[in-house]
């Protein structure tokens, strides 16, 4: 009577939690400046001060007990005409105030929109390398994800490979750019052949098929590189977003979605939407939380600290002779190991205390994955240990 899907998907654990536990009992015993912790993808630089102006301001404007009150069940409605002003003006879709549910994050979207899609047979896709929790989703409340190859070189997109994945089974198809982990930007000429692609298919099976477009990174790129807003190339597209990584506010739970208002089947997507979300108990965002991000929207953390990282760590490991797609944004680096095992590599640098996530947790084996959310010491700190790896396994430049 219990649901074995879910005991199986609570019982395979989270790995990134597992290394990350090691990291911090290691520290206990040989000091915290000497373990190298680049799993957890959580912001490691202050939210920007609009965040705070903005809390004093509430704290003097408004009542303790309506600050802290309960806010509607889908977001405060100022909160969701401003966040749909600031999408209409930013990217020139007529969102109105009622296409927009203010979510506990991109987890909640995540979620519901799979609840939505995948509860009566539909399947959900994705493109590897992928955030691990889309399978947790796809599992929980379907038959699994469709997880479909990119270019092995470059992790843009290879739509010989999507046409192959997609059935007519497929009800959604999950977007995400800057990408967690390979911090790859999506181009846009493979995004448009990807939104013709869909448009013949959806044709083809007489169904909608719907991008959901999970962009909690959409504001951290470093060189200026453009992130496609999907819903401007392909209408069918569901728009979620997240102050968790940009304003360095995971903890807070904070984000929206945004339904375009010529999306096939609206209402019946809408509704559903709203009764998962309501479903899950995912209601009421913070009412000080929804405040103070839509009044900072557009605003980000001092970014340049990521970049700075990122170009150290990725100048360094491949000038010592590691392989790594260039991330244009996020804060992950996705490196090549120098063995095929890559839990066998986390396990070696498991023992100079050198912590890493395996590539497999993102369906993509022969890689680990690098969180460089980090101090810029940390990094300068782990190098040597880097290169001590790159000895050892004979890469060494
Ligand atoms: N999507 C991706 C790709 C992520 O990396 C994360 C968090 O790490 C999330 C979604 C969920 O973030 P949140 O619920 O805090 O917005």
Redesign the pocket.
């Known amino acids: 009577m219990i649901d074995q899907n879910l005991v199986k998907s609570g019982k395979s654990g989270n790995i990134i939690r597992e290394i990350a536990e090691y990291g911090a009992e290691q520290a206990k015993i040989v000091g915290a400046d000497h373990v190298y912790n680049f799993t957890i993808?959580s912001p490691s630089i202050d939210p920007p001060d609009c965040v705070f102006e903005t809390m004093a301001k509430l704290r003097a404007e408004i009542s303790p007990a309506q600050l802290h009150t309960y806010a509607p069940a889908v977001g405060l409605p100022e909160v969701r005409e401003k966040t749909a002003a600031y999408l209409r003006n930013t990217f020139g879709i007529p969102y109105r105030m009622q296409d927009v549910i203010i979510t506990c994050?991109?987890?909640t979207c995540?979620a519901a929109l799979t609840r939505v899609f995948l509860s009566c047979g539909g399947r959900a896709m994705t493109f590897t390398p992928y955030?691990m929790?889309y399978k947790y989703y796809a599992d929980a409340y379907g038959d699994g994800l469709t997880e479909c190859p990119t270019d092995p070189d470059t992790f843009q997109l290879d739509l010989a490979a999507a046409e192959k994945a997609l059935t007519s089974d497929t009800m959604m198809l999950i977007m995400?750019s800057p990408n967690?982990p390979s911090g790859v930007v999506l181009r846009r000429e493979g995004l448009e052949v990807l939104a013709k692609l869909l448009e013949r298919k959806q044709e083809e099976y007489g169904h909608p098929i719907y991008i959901v477009a999970?962009e909690?990174y959409r504001d951290l790129v470093y060189d200026g590189q453009e992130v496609v807003f999907l819903p401007s190339i392909y209408k069918n597209t569901i728009y979620c977003y997240?102050f968790?990584k940009s304003m360095s506010l995971?903890g807070e739970r904070v984000?929206f979605m945004a339904f375009p208002p010529d999306l096939d089947d609206y209402d019946d997507v809408y509704s559903a939407s709203v009764a998962a979300i309501r479903a899950f108990g995912y209601i009421c965002v913070s009412n000080m939380w929804q405040r103070i991000t839509a009044e900072c929207l557009g605003a980000t953390s001092d970014i340049s600290i990521y970049k700075g990282n990122r170009d150290l760590l990725y100048g360094s490991l491949t000038e010592m002779g590691y392989t790594c797609v260039y991330p244009d944004g996020a804060f992950y680096l996705f490196m090549k190991t120098p063995e095929p095992d890559a839990e066998a590599f986390c396990r070696r640098a498991m023992k100079e205390n050198l912590l890493v996530v395996p590539g497999d947790s993102f369906g993509t084996p022969g890689y680990v994955r690098l969180a460089y959310c980090v101090s810029r010491d940390v990094i300068e700190r782990a190098l040597p240990v880097f290169r001590k790896l790159a000895e050892e396994y004979g890469i060494a430049r």
């Open positions: 993808g994050g991109t987890s995540l955030f929790d995400n967690n999970d909690p997240s968790s995971p984000g």
